[in-house]
């Protein structure tokens, strides 16, 4: 179209990313995204130990009209350096909250520690949660530990704020930063994701599976959920069901899909 043929096409270059230049051009391409409606949300199913899905997990996908698919780990970071990044957020949140009625399973949704610093985020969460008219006990907000969140009284505050809301807290990617065991007594939360890089090598790496059997046992200790990411095979599966975990996500069981595609599968 019109809007398309006035876009710079230049070849992408993760490598750029550090560039000024490059930065400047995914920040306003981005900023033009939201308004084209290039943006949409893909969703993971998250199997219970019963093997049903008990809740999906939004990604975000950029569809550029030029470059095609572009990956978050490509602009969520530009974002970050910006007002940019609660725009998307705002978007995703109100994306994921109109696919609930379709889905009819809870949904997590990422939200970026950009966001958590915000002193009003978890009020302006709650502000689009009513508007959207949705029963908020459905939502999770999935968070990273990062080492300056566990220090962070305004991320504390949000995150209790958020579950006073009636809302779900993951921790996401749990032992792939430096302050995990901080996070634990850090606040309250309901879900530990396990990082995938934990679950890659469970076959031939007897501390991974040690690790991993720790994080569940602290998981049924402080009676919060663990949820395995980046399941990729059938041996995985076996070794997490025998270290007792209760929930599995990754490849083996559902990619990302667009709504469209996961309504067809679950009517089929
Ligand atoms: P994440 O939250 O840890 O999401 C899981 C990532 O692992 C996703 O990559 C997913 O597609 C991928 N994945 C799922 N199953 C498997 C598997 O079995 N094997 C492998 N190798 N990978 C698997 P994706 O969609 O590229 O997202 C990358 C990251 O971008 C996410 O990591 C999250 O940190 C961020 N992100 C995605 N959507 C959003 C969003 O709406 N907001 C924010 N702030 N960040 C987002
Ligand atoms: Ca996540
Ligand atoms: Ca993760
Ligand atoms: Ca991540």
């Known amino acids: 179209g019109k809007k398309a043929g006035r876009r710079q096409v230049v070849a992408f270059d993760p490598d750029m990313l550090g ?19 290039e943006l949409e949300l893909h969703y993971q199913p998250v199997f219970g130990a019963d093997m049903r899905v008990r809740s999906h997990e939004a990604l975000l996908r950029w569809k550029h009209t030029v470059r095609g698919m572009i990956p978050p780990a490509q602009f969520i970071a530009i974002a ?7 725009k998307l957020g ?10 609930l009625e379709t889905l ?9 520690p950009a966001q958590l610093r915000r002193s009003d985020f978890a009020r302006q969460l ?15 907000v999935e968070v990273t530990e990062t080492v300056p969140m566990v220090a962070g009284a305004v991320e504390q505050a949000n995150l209790d704020a958020i579950r006073a809301l009636g809302l779900k807290v993951a921790i996401d990617d749990f032992g792939a930063g430096h302050a995990s065991l901080q996070y634990l007594r850090g606040f309250a939360f309901d879900i ?3 990082d995938r890089t934990y679950i890659a090598n469970l076959g031939d790496n007897r501390i991974d599976a040690m690790i991993v059997g720790a994080i569940c046992d602290i998981a049924r200790s402080l009676k919060v959920d663990v949820i395995a990411e980046g399941v990729e095979t059938e041996a995985q599966l076996d070794m997490l069901r025998r270290a007792g975990c209760s929930a599995f996500q990754g490849y083996l069981l559902g990619r990302p899909a667009p709504l469209k595609r996961l309504a067809v599968a679950d009517a089929a």
Request: charged share 35%; net charge negative.
């Open 80 to 86: 970050e350096e910006s007002d940019l990044i609660d």
């Open 19 to 37: 560039d000024e230049r490059h930065r400047r051009f995914i920040e306003r391409e981005l900023r033009a995204a939201l308004l084209m409606d």
């Open 192 to 194: 530990i994701k396990i």
């Open 126 to 140: 709650g502000l689009v949660v009513e508007e959207m008219g949705v029963d908020p006990g459905m939502l999770i």
């Open 90 to 99: 705002e978007w995703v949140l109100r994306r994921a909250c109109a696919d």
């Open 104 to 112: 009819r399973t809870p949904v997590a949704v990422n939200v970026s």
